[in-house]
């Protein structure tokens, strides 16, 4: 079955660690995203890729770095440097240029 | 910058009719998305609208005007698994899909 996963579903970090949280597609997709998620708010994009080896920024990508060296995977890591990062974090993909999104189930981080 | 505006609320019984507004501000128009999430789900696509008038998928139906910068979502024949927070979207070219903040529809018996 195609689609796009995420693991795991829950994280938890001590303050000032970095965790890398993953995602990984069989779509053959050449997109792929990073929302966060906060309860009662919309999607913000973090950072997104359009082919392999090149990403851009989101709207709040600031204490987040990502890497694409395969099409089937878009990793994120959440830094220290990022002030509040427990969210709901999701992952989508999608075809180069379309408008519909793939997501996967998310991966919900507490930083204690 | 884009940005999209939706209630943040909704609620309704069972088999009622419901209406989820969404006006946006983009500098281009590629289209307006919309999106269902279930709470502690992934978003779900649901509807996409490219020109003006009204696209019917079973339930759903998803109108847009481009002139007046608005887009609805209409929700027919209500039943308690369409509670869920419903998410309007839009991009610019070659970027990703910017989300409105979402409109949770809450349906009763």
């Known amino acids: 079955d195609g689609g796009i996963t995420q693991s795991p579903k829950y994280l938890f970090r001590k303050e000032g660690q970095n965790v890398t949280l993953s995602c990984e597609q069989n779509l053959n997709h050449d997109a792929m995203y990073w929302y966060r998620q906060d309860p009662g708010q919309g999607l913000r994009l973090i950072y997104y890729?359009?082919?392999?080896?090149?990403?851009q920024k989101g709207d709040i990508a600031e204490g987040y770095s990502v890497s694409r060296e395969k099409k089937e995977s878009f990793p994120l890591t959440v830094t220290s440097a990022q002030k509040n990062p427990t969210a709901f974090y999701l992952c989508?993909?999608?075809?180069?240029?379309?408008?519909?999104?793939?997501f996967g189930p998310g991966t919900r981080l507490t930083v204690l | 910058g884009q940005s999209l505006e939706q209630p943040s609320e909704v609620t309704a019984v069972e088999g009622a009719i419901v209406q989820i507004n969404c006006t946006y501000q983009t500098s281009g128009f590629y289209g307006l998305s919309w999106y269902q999430q279930h709470d502690g789900g992934a978003p779900t696509f649901l509807s996409y609208n490219a020109l003006d008038g009204l696209e019917e998928t079973g339930r759903f139906s998803s109108f847009l005007s481009r002139s007046d910068s608005y887009g609805y979502l209409l929700l027919q024949e209500l039943q308690m698994k369409d509670s869920a927070s419903y998410f309007c979207a839009t991009k610019e070219a070659g970027t990703a899909l910017i989300f409105g903040k979402g409109t949770t529809l809450s349906v009763s018996s």
């Open positions: 989508a993909s999608s075809i180069l240029g379309e408008d519909t999104q793939y």
């Open positions: 890729s359009q082919i392999v080896n090149d990403f």
